[in-house]
């Protein structure tokens, strides 16, 4: 016997029923892209290269001076 694709899909009412549960879990509007929204500047975090990396950047020739 051949199983059918759509043959594990629910009922049209479940598929139904699932679709309005997933609109009503959306959120109601997408972020502001805006940059009034978001003034503040954020500093940026520090980066520390220790001395084993410089060694390992030295001797793969990569030089982080």
Known sequence: MTQ????????V????ADCEA??????TAAPSLR??????????????????ATRIANALQLHLD
């Open 35 to 52: 940059y009034e929204d978001y003034p503040r500047d954020t500093p940026k975090s520090e980066i520390q290269i220790t001395e084993a």
């Open 4 to 11: 059918l694709s759509h043959d594990d899909l629910g009922s």
């Open 22 to 27: 997933a609109v009503r879990a959306l959120p």
């Open 13 to 16: 009412q479940e598929m139904h």
